[in-house]
């Protein structure tokens, strides 16, 4: 009834935007394949065990990103364990303890403001404050990368644990619980899945962050532990991408192919992780 209502002007109209929506919609699903594919295709070639499993040696000449690796998945967990407990616990007080509107609004505020900063501008904060409060080591890019994030962190557990219903936490409060209580039996059960998927995903954005990390982490490719990496300098995958890109060195530039389709991998694997562990954890919720 309602197409046979329209004139043909405004069928028109609606036809060209569906023509338009559809053409976008395309344009950026290509756009995205494109990409994929052929990082996929100009990297996967070069990645051999050899590249994956040893240091680079100057003077044998060959190449290996096997410290950048480990460096990499380092300074995750070491932003990750800064970050999520700050994010999740300043979620928690502004959600459920804060009683002044305007104090919450003007962090909420400060931490959007915070998210819209380029990432070379808090790596020169890092190296003005961290880098030489501790030297150039992964600490503190970890602790620069935790500040970048801290603001995501925040507003994703904020949001979801504005989606639990306000009549569990009062039911529980009619029960005579305390609301310390009332957040960890019922608020954070409650919407565990989004605050997963929003760690999982501040996850990635550390693994694909370069820009900060050039000032705070330094370039070294050495093989060191956990602990004693967080003390000395070291180049993450998308810090030694930069630096293999512009090496004149006879398979750099393969090396770098090879690091960016890695890289492209992990994103990937980080995304499907974030939806799996989201679509996990509202299924033991709905059960």
């Known amino acids: 009834m309602l197409k046979r209502s329209m004139s043909p002007a405004r069928r028109a109209r609606a036809a060209l935007a569906k023509a338009l929506m559809l053409l976008s919609t395309a344009l950026t699903c290509g756009l995205a394949l494109f990409l994929i594919g052929w990082v996929l295709a100009s990297g996967i070639p070069h990645i051999t065990w050899e590249l994956v499993s040893t240091k680079p040696s100057y003077l044998a000449g060959s190449i290996g990103i096997l410290p950048d690796i480990l460096n990499t998945l380092y300074i995750i967990l070491a932003a990750l364990l800064i970050v999520l407990p700050l994010g999740v616990g300043a979620a928690i007080y502004l959600t459920e303890y804060a009683q002044n509107k305007r104090l919450t609004a003007a962090i909420e505020y400060a931490a959007e403001t915070l998210s819209g900063i380029p990432s070379i501008i808090f790596g020169l904060v890092g190296m003005l404050v961290f880098a030489n409060t501790f030297g150039s080591c992964l600490l503190a890019g970890a602790l620069t990368l935790a500040v970048m994030n801290l603001p995501t962190v925040m507003r994703t557990a904020q949001e979801s644990l504005k989606t639990v219903p306000m ?20 608020v954070l059960p409650g919407c565990v899945d989004g605050i997963v998927t929003g760690c999982v995903l501040s996850a990635g954005r550390v693994l694909g962050e370069s820009a900060a990390l050039l000032f705070t982490a330094g370039f070294a490719h050495t093989l060191n532990g956990f602990f004693s990496a967080l003390r000395s300098p070291g180049a993450t995958l998308t810090v030694a991408l930069y630096l293999y890109v512009s090496d004149p060195t006879p398979g750099a530039a393969g090396a770098s192919f090879a690091i960016a389709a890695i890289l492209m991998l992990l994103t990937l694997c980080v995304n499907l992780a974030a939806a799996l562990t989201g679509r996990y954890f509202k299924k033991g919720r709905a059960l």
Do not use: H, N, P
Request: no cysteine; charged share 25%.
């Open 167 to 186: 009549s569990l936490r009062e039911g529980a409060f009619g029960l005579g619980a305390g609301r310390w209580r009332v957040i960890r039996t019922v």
